[in-house]
């Protein structure tokens, strides 16, 4: 299978879970805030903000159709017997903190201190992790849950921290344990994470470290800042030289991993073996993608990729015509979807 099959699969895959858990989060969602909608009597529409990240580290805009499905579907029945949902007015942000703050307190204005109060009982944010970390910190300030179904980071768990955040999607520890197992079963014994200084990445690094531990495995983890843009000296440093590594993680977001991979393009790729998140968008090492931000053409990223390997969760129901908690089978959610 070629490359590309490999990319268009994942996509096609990742969008088939992103639909059916985003079904789930709603109707969980909804249970987790009934007892906010009798003080809603007066009113029979009750809303949901929506923010989500349209570009920057990633995008997640596959995730808005989903949801005006799963909103379709919930109306449709008697979930909520009395009442309409509907989102608020959808609000795109890059994948990152400043704009999807700015999103939240533009959803939920301060007046004299105090929270405006309106009839917006849930957040659906963000689709990316910096960006929904930062928001689910302190939504629950306002009294209102905070959905997702989209976002790795295991810091998202800890319930002290985020009290009101729900989401319905594996953390990094599976991650780590995917990559862990190629790594075995290849029977590598020494690896370079190059990790992008996110809790995301960070955990993830940290999880196949500790669970690679008397396992004859060396990990090395090379961290840098998120807007670092300068990867010269990393290439220098840990390839052709006496740290020379052959099996190296890109451990970052799509963005970041086209500028390591621009600065290696003249290395002897055949040496070398990349391994590459699974859940970056269909063209993210496209010219398309990088928009001028790195000097590399298509064709050089593809002999880069020729010896990929890309982890991800399988999105993918394994009983694709057995009905979902919505009453729905995949093959049936996907097909309205399209």
Not at 161 to 168: K, W
Not at 277 to 300: F, H, I, L, M, P
Not at 304 to 325: G, H
Request: charged fraction near 20%.
């Amino acid at each position: 299978t070629s490359l590309m099959d490999h990319f268009n699969n994942t996509y096609t895959l990742w969008r088939r879970l992103r639909i059916t858990m985003t079904l789930i989060s709603f109707i969980v969602a909804m249970w987790m805030t009934s007892l906010a909608v009798p003080c809603l009597s007066n009113s029979r529409k009750i809303y949901l903000a929506r923010i989500t990240a349209y570009g920057g580290s990633f995008n997640a805009s596959a995730m808005v159709p989903a949801e005006d499905l799963a909103m379709e579907h919930i109306n449709n029945r008697s979930i909520l017997s009395g009442y309409t949902l509907a989102f608020t007015e959808l609000q795109k942000i890059n994948c990152d903190r400043t704009t999807a703050l700015n999103a939240l307190f533009s959803s939920f204005p301060i007046v004299n201190s105090e929270v405006k109060r309106t009839n917006v009982i849930a957040l659906v944010c963000c689709g990316c992790s910096v960006a929904t970390e930062a928001l689910a910190e302190i939504s629950h300030r306002w009294n209102i849950s905070q959905i997702t179904g989209s976002v790795y980071t295991d810091a998202l768990s800890d319930r002290t921290r985020f009290p009101s955040f729900f989401r319905v999607f594996p953390n990094t520890e599976g991650l780590a344990f995917g990559i862990l197992s190629v790594i075995k079963y290849f029977n590598w014994t020494r690896v370079l994470f190059l990790t992008q200084q996110e809790s995301l990445f960070i955990k993830a690094s940290n999880d196949f470290k500790r669970r690679a531990n008397g396992l004859n495995i060396t990990a090395t983890d090379y961290q840098f800042s998120s807007d670092q843009n300068n990867f010269r000296s990393i290439i220098s440093t840990y390839f052709d030289t006496q740290l020379d590594y052959r099996v190296i993680v890109v451990n970052t977001y799509s963005d970041v991993a086209r500028k390591i991979l621009c600065e290696a393009k003249n290395k002897k790729h055949p040496k070398y073996v990349w391994i590459i998140y699974g859940w970056y968008t269909e063209e993210w090492w496209t010219s398309r993608a990088s928009q001028g931000t790195v000097n590399c053409t298509d064709e050089e990223f593809l002999s880069l990729l020729d010896r990929a390997l890309l982890v991800s969760s399988i999105p993918k129901s394994i009983e694709p015509d057995k009905a979902t908690i919505s009453g729905f089978t995949a093959k049936q959610i996907e097909q309205q979807y399209e």
